[in-house]
T-cell receptor, first 113, second 114 residues
Framework: GENVEQHPSTLSVQEGDSAVIKCTYS??????FPWYKQELGKRPQLIID?????GEKKDQRIAVTLNKTAKHFSLHITETQPEDSAVYFC????????????FGAGTQVVVTP | DTGVSQNPRHKITKRGQNVTFRCDPI?????LYWYRQTLGQGPEFLTY????????KSRLLSDRFSAERPKGSFSTLEIQRTEQGDSAMYLC????????????FGEGSRLTVL
């Protein structure tokens, strides 16, 4: 089955700096890669996703890149703000099992003013 | 609130007791998923339904766990003879391919087994 590894486990950044989180996956059949943000005690919420026919996707301060050959994808947050502090999870799934997500272990991001 | 709702939000029980969690998905979503999340980990897939049919169960789901989705609307997850290792957050999510496959999660039901 699919295995997703996520690094780093914790990330501290100064407000205004960029944050990068990296994930690798094992199953070459995976073609859907969402990123979820989970604040303490709250539900995971989708912040951006990418499919295998696209190499990069951007939404305001958030961008995701995908390298299918190397089986890795990354989340980039620019101009970080204190409200970006949360746990971020990457995930992977195949087309037929798009909701059966294999999550990474998460990255605790702390943005200090 | 038209999101995914789960109840109870918190459940404390003694080892050996049975517990049941309920999930009400977003009404137009035909797929419903159950995940389990322990502290410091990402959610782990347990099972999912398409309408009323349970299409897949994870190997994580022992015989003590059973899920139903009668009439393809709300779903229940029952854990029989709870063990301390069952302590976790149980998350429900719903989605539909018509919405690009995005999953919408509920706030979860936190189970503590004493």
């Amino acid at each position: 089955g699919e295995n997703v590894e996520q690094h780093p486990s914790t990330l501290s950044v100064q407000e205004g700096d960029s944050a990068v989180i990296k994930c690798t996956y094992s199953d070459s059949a995976s073609n859907y890669f969402p990123w979820y943000k989970q604040e303490l005690g709250k539900r995971p919420q989708l912040i951006i996703d990418i499919r295998s026919n696209v190499g990069e996707k951007k939404d305001q301060r958030i961008a995701v890149t995908l390298n299918k050959t190397a089986k890795h994808f990354s989340l980039h947050i620019t101009e970080t703000q204190p409200e970006d502090s949360a746990v971020y999870f990457c995930a992977a799934a195949g087309t037929d099992s798009w909701g059966k997500l294999q999550f990474g272990a998460g990255t605790q991001v702390v943005v200090t003013p | 609130d038209t999101g995914v709702s789960q109840n109870p939000r918190h459940k404390i029980t003694k080892r050996g007791q049975n517990v049941t969690f309920r999930c009400d998905p977003i009404s137009e979503h035909n797929r419903l998923y159950w995940y389990r999340q322990t502290l410091g980990q990402g959610p782990e897939f347990l099972t999912y339904f398409q309408n009323e049919a349970q299409l897949e169960k994870s190997r994580l789901l022992s015989d003590r766990f059973s899920a139903e989705r009668p009439k393809g609307s709300f779903s229940t997850l029952e854990i029989q003879r709870t063990e301390q290792g069952d302590s976790a957050m149980y998350l429900c999510a719903s989605g539909t391919m018509a919405n690009t496959g995005e999953l919408f999660f509920g706030e979860g039901s936190r189970l503590t087994v004493l």
